[in-house]
C-alpha cells in the first residue's frame, strides 16, 4: 500500500517554473515506477512522464519534453516533477501515481494515486 500527497502547485506567470513534490508513505516506495498526469477542465487525463524505481530512467511525451524533468528521492520517499518555461496550456490539476511497471501512459496502469494540486499559468 502507498499513500501519496503532492504539493507544490500555485499560480505562475508564463515562462516561470514549479516544483511540485509528491510525497509517499510505506516502505515499498522504492519498488515502484512512479508517474506525472494532469487533467485540465473538460479535459481527459493526460500523462506527462514517469521514472523508474532506480530513478536512472525517464520518459517524457513531446508536449513536455524538454521543459519537464522528473527525479525523486527513495530515502526521502519523495518524488518530484520540476517544470521550466511553463506555458497556459499547462494549467491543471497535477497527480503522481504509483506503478509496478516502467514507461506506461495509461492511467489505468497505476495502482495508487494522490489527491492532486493545482497549477495555473497565467498568460
Known amino acids: 500500500q502507498v499513500q501519496l500527497v503532492e504539493s507544490g502547485g500555485g499560480l505562475v506567470q508564463a515562462g516561470g517554473s514549479l516544483r511540485l513534490s509528491c510525497a509517499a508513505s510505506?516502505?515499498?516506495?522504492?519498488?515502484?515506477?512512479m508517474g506525472w498526469f494532469r487533467q485540465a477542465p473538460g479535459k481527459e487525463r493526460e500523462f506527462v512522464g514517469c521514472?523508474?524505481?532506480?530513478?536512472?530512467?525517464?520518459y517524457y511525451p513531446d508536449s513536455v519534453k524538454g521543459r519537464f524533468t522528473i527525479s525523486r528521492d527513495n530515502a526521502e520517499n519523495t518524488v518530484y516533477l520540476q517544470m521550466n518555461s511553463l506555458k497556459p496550456e499547462d494549467t491543471a490539476v497535477y497527480y503522481c501515481?504509483?506503478?509496478?511497471?516502467?514507461?506506461?501512459?495509461?492511467?489505468?496502469?497505476?495502482?495508487?494515486w494522490g489527491q492532486g494540486t493545482q497549477v495555473t499559468v497565467s498568460s
Open positions: 521514472i523508474h524505481w532506480s530513478g536512472t530512467r525517464t
Open positions: 501515481a504509483a506503478s509496478t511497471v516502467f514507461n506506461v501512459t495509461t492511467s489505468n496502469e497505476y495502482d495508487y
Open positions: 510505506g516502505r515499498t516506495f522504492s519498488s515502484y515506477d
